[in-house]
C-alpha cells in the first residue's frame, strides 16, 4: 500500500507544518500581545492628566517626599517583597511582621487615615503616606476617581520602596527622595528591574548591592526621614505644628557623638545598631553571616500590631526590647514629717539611710525614672495616643493594697491621676483630641517625655495608717501600654485589653519602727552605684527647675567618685549659672579645665560665664575649641551665632546659622536669627523668606490659653502639667 502510506506521509508533513504555523503564530501573538511597561515620562503625562495639584506643582505635597525625577513613579516598580523572599528568607520572614510591613494595612492606622480621608478627602493622605505606604504615593493613587491597582497596599514599607531611597533632606515626614527602583545598577549606571532573574542577581552581587545598598540606609538621617513628623499648614490649614523629632533628638544625644553636653557619655550608637542587631538565620538567608543577620523586626514599642495578628515571635521580641533595660526606676528618697512636727526628715539614698517611721507619719517617696540607653526621648514619637507612666503600690504584710497610682481601671482606662508620660492635644473648640485627629489640633496642653539620659522626679505622699504595724511595701513600676483605651475602641470598634509592658521596676520594704541601712551582702552587685543614684536625682531637678536642691545633688554625687568627679562638677556650675552665682560657677569650671584643657563641656559652660561678664573673646574662643571638636554641636553653632552678632561679624553669623539648618532645616532659632542677619547684610528677599518661615514655624500666641482653658476644664490631667507637683493618695476604702 505505498500509496497511502505517502498520503499519510503528506497527511503528517501538512499537519506538523500546520503546528509549527500554529507556534509561530502563538509567539508572535504573545510577544505582540505583551506591553511592555510604559515610560516614566509617559506614565506621569498620563497619571497628570486627572490628578489633583492641590498643593502646587509637587505632586506628593503636603509630604516632604520627592522623587529624583520629581514625577511619578510607576506602581509596578514597587516589586512585591515576595521576590526579595526567594532569598532573602529571613529578612522577608522578619519583615512581614514588622510595623514597618504592616505600617498602611494595620486597623489602628487604617481608621485614622480613613477619618482624615473622609473628612478633608484622599489628596490629604499624601502627607501620611510617604511614610506609611511610599507606592501609593509615588505611582500617583491618591487623587480623587484614581483608577489604579494598589497591590502595594498589603506591603506599607515595601523592602523594595525603603531600598530605593536616594537622599534624606532633614525634614521629616518623608523627607527623603526616591529613586527609580532597580534590581541592578551597572558600573555605568544602567539600572534594571523587569525580566531580571534570580540567577543574574547572583552572577552580578556587586550590581545588586550597588541598587539596593548605599551609605545613607546606615545614617541616623535615614530612619529620620520618617521618624520626624510636623503637621503643616496645608494639612491643618493653621499653621506648622511639630509632632515629634526623634532624629534630632537622637543627633543631639550622647549616642551620636556629635554633642559634649549630655550628662553621661555613651559609646556610639546608631538606629541600626540599636534596632537591627543580628540574630540567627534559621531560614538561611544569603545574606547571612556566620548564620546570623542584621534583623528586620525593627523591635521598638509597638506591640498592638503583633498582638492584633497573632504573631507571638515579633510580639515577644517587641517585649524585650522594652524590658532590656532601656529605662531606669528608682525608690531614691524620702521625706518623713511626724504628726505636729514642722521639720522634715529628708532620707536618701532611701535603703542606705537610718530613720525611724511611725503611725500617722506623713511620706513623700520620691522617685527617679530615668532613660538609660535610649538615644532619643521615651516616650518616643506620637505620645498622645498611646501610654507609659508609673504605677505606684504600698501595700502592707497581708498583700492588702493601702495607696495605689497608676493602674488601669476595671473599664480598661488609665487611672486619671497616674504620672504619665503623654502628649494632650486640644482642638480649635478647646476640646480634646483624643483620637489623633492631627489635622485638627490648635494646642499642646501637655507634652511630657524623658530625654536621653536625663531623669524625671515622681513624689508621691501618703500617710502612714494609725494602726499600721510591720512593713509597707512601696512598689514602684513603668508601665507601658499600646494603645490608650481610648484609641483602641475607636479603632477596632470593640473593647480588647491590649498588652501592658512592666519595662522597669524598683521595691523597698518600710518597716513601722527602726529602719536601718540595708547590708552590702544583700545589695546585688548589679545595683546602681550611689554617685549615680545622685546624679540622676540631681538631672531630675535640674529639669524641674529646682536648682538649689538639684546643686546639693551633684555635690554628692562628686564626694562618692573621684573618676566622675569633673562631670558632676561642672552639672553643679549648670545650676549655679541658672542662680546668676557666677562666680562660684567660674571656680569649680577653672578647675575642671585646668585639671584637663580638653573638657568641651567645661569650656562651654565656662564661654557662658565669660558672656555673662562680658568677656566676648575669651567666649568666643571657648567655643571655636568646641566646634573643633563637635562641628555639628546645634547649642555652640547658635552661641558662637550670637557672639559673631554681638561683634556685628555678619557674614560669620550667617555661617552658623546656615549650618544649623543643614542639621534641622526647621530650626526655629535658626530662621529668626537668618532673618535678623539678612536685614542687616541688605538681603531683604532672603529676610523676608526666612521671616515668612519663622512665622509658620513659631508657637502661636493663642495656642497657650487655649491649652490653659482645657487644662482647667481637666483638672485630672492639670497636675501633670507642671514640673513640680505631688500625687496626693488617698487611703484605699477610706
Known amino acids: 500500500m505505498p500509496g497511502l502510506t505517502l498520503k499519510r506521509h503528506r497527511y503528517a508533513v501538512a499537519a506538523f507544518g500546520i503546528c509549527l504555523s500554529l507556534i509561530v503564530c502563538l509567539i508572535a501573538f504573545r510577544t505582540s500581545a505583551r506591553v511592555d511597561p510604559p515610560s516614566d515620562a509617559a506614565y506621569a503625562e498620563n497619571i497628570s492628566k486627572n490628578y489633583d495639584f492641590k498643593f502646587g506643582p509637587n505632586p506628593f505635597a503636603p509630604s516632604n517626599a520627592t522623587s529624583t525625577s520629581g514625577t511619578f513613579i510607576p506602581g509596578e516598580k514597587f516589586i512585591s517583597s515576595t521576590r526579595c523572599g526567594t532569598c532573602h528568607t529571613d529578612a522577608h520572614a522578619q519583615w512581614r511582621q514588622s510595623a514597618h510591613s504592616n505600617a498602611f494595612r494595620e486597623p489602628f492606622y487604617q481608621k485614622n487615615v480613613k477619618d482624615l480621608q473622609s473628612q478633608k478627602g484622599i489628596e490629604f493622605t499624601r502627607h501620611c503616606e510617604s511614610c506609611h505606604n511610599p507606592a501609593a504615593l509615588f505611582s500617583g493613587a491618591l487623587t480623587k476617581e484614581a483608577k489604579l491597582k494598589r497591590p502595594f497596599d498589603d506591603e506599607g514599607v515595601s523592602c523594595i520602596s525603603c531600598h530605593s531611597i536616594q537622599a534624606a533632606t532633614g525634614r521629616g515626614i518623608g523627607g527623603y527622595v526616591m529613586g527609580e527602583p532597580a534590581l541592578l545598577v551597572k558600573e555605568d549606571g544602567t539600572r534594571l528591574l523587569f525580566d531580571v532573574t534570580d540567577q543574574q542577581i547572583l552572577d552580578d552581587i556587586p550590581s545588586h548591592r550597588r541598587a539596593m545598598m548605599r ?18 499648614k496645608d494639612l491643618n490649614d493653621y499653621k506648622f505644628i511639630r509632632a515629634f523629632s526623634v532624629g534630632d533628638e537622637y543627633q543631639m544625644s550622647s549616642f551620636s557623638k556629635e554633642s559634649p553636653h549630655p550628662y553621661y557619655v555613651r559609646d556610639k550608637e546608631t538606629c541600626n545598631s540599636c534596632h537591627m542587631k543580628r540574630e540567627p538565620a534559621p531560614l538561611f538567608d544569603v545574606s547571612a553571616k556566620e548564620g546570623k543577620l542584621a534583623t528586620h523586626r525593627w523591635a521598638a514599642a509597638n506591640t498592638a500590631i503583633p498582638y492584633f495578628y497573632g504573631w507571638p515571635e515579633q510580639l515577644d521580641a517587641v517585649t524585650k526590647f522594652l524590658e532590656n533595660d532601656a529605662l531606669g526606676i528608682d525608690i531614691f528618697a524620702i521625706r518623713r514629717k511626724a504628726q505636729g512636727i514642722s521639720e522634715e526628715q529628708f532620707v536618701a539614698p532611701l535603703n542606705r539611710g537610718s530613720f525611724t517611721i511611725k503611725p500617722a507619719d506623713r511620706i513623700m517617696a520620691e522617685v527617679v525614672v530615668t532613660n538609660k540607653n ?29 495607696y495605689h497610682s497608676g493602674f488601669i481601671k476595671p473599664n480598661g482606662f488609665l487611672d486619671e491621676s497616674a504620672h504619665n508620660y503623654k502628649t494632650y492635644l486640644v482642638k480649635a473648640d478647646g476640646s480634646y483630641n483624643d483620637k489623633h485627629h492631627i489635622w485638627r489640633t490648635r494646642g499642646i496642653a501637655q507634652n511630657n517625655q524623658i530625654q536621653s539620659g536625663r531623669s524625671d522626679l515622681v513624689r508621691y505622699q501618703f500617710r502612714v495608717p494609725e494602726q499600721a504595724s510591720g512593713t509597707l511595701h512601696l512598689q514602684a513600676r513603668l508601665q507601658y501600654r499600646r494603645f490608650t483605651r481610648v484609641f483602641s475602641d475607636y479603632a477596632l470598634g470593640k473593647s480588647l485589653d491590649y498588652p501592658t509592658v512592666t519595662m522597669t521596676s524598683a521595691q523597698y520594704a518600710m518597716r513601722i519602727g527602726a529602719n536601718g541601712p540595708v547590708p552590702a551582702a544583700e545589695i546585688p552587685k548589679s545595683a546602681m552605684p550611689d554617685w549615680r543614684r545622685w546624679n540622676n536625682y540631681g538631672i531630675a531637678l535640674i529639669d524641674q527647675k529646682q536648682y538649689p536642691i538639684a546643686i546639693d545633688a551633684f555635690i554628692r554625687a562628686a564626694a562618692l567618685d573621684e573618676k566622675y568627679r569633673p562631670v558632676a562638677q561642672i552639672n553643679q556650675a549648670i545650676g549655679l549659672i541658672e542662680l546668676d552665682q557666677y562666680d562660684q560657677a567660674s571656680r569649680l569650671l577653672e578647675a575642671v579645665v585646668k585639671a584637663n584643657p580638653d573638657n568641651m563641656r567645661a569650656l562651654f559652660q565656662q564661654a557662658r560665664v565669660f558672656i555673662r561678664r562680658g568677656q566676648l573673646d575669651e567666649a568666643e574662643a571657648n567655643i571655636r575649641r568646641v566646634l573643633a571638636a563637635y562641628p555639628r554641636d546645634r547649642m555652640s553653632l547658635q552661641q558662637l551665632g550670637e557672639l559673631c552678632k554681638i561683634k556685628h561679624d555678619f557674614s560669620g553669623a550667617r555661617e552658623c546659622y546656615e549650618k544649623i539648618l543643614a542639621i534641622d532645616p526647621e530650626d526655629l532659632g535658626a530662621h529668626y536669627n537668618l532673618m535678623l542677619v539678612f536685614r542687616k547684610l541688605g538681603l531683604k528677599d ?12 513659631k508657637d502661636d500666641p493663642g495656642a497657650l490659653p487655649l491649652a490653659n482653658m482645657f487644662l482647667r476644664k481637666h483638672p485630672e490631667m492639670s497636675n501633670e502639667s507642671v514640673f513640680w507637683h505631688i500625687h496626693d493618695l488617698p487611703l484605699i476604702g477610706q
Open 215 to 232: 551609605p545613607l540606609l546606615k545614617a541616623a538621617e535615614f530612619c529620620a526621614a520618617c521618624h520626624k513628623s510636623q503637621v503643616p
Open 374 to 402: 535610649i538615644g532619643h526621648s521615651f516616650p518616643p514619637e506620637l505620645r498622645d495616643f498611646y501610654e507609659a507612666y508609673v504605677e505606684f503600690t504600698v501595700t502592707n504584710d497581708a498583700g492588702e493594697t493601702l
Open 686 to 697: 532672603e529676610a523676608k523668606r526666612e521671616s515668612k518661615i519663622f512665622a509658620d514655624l
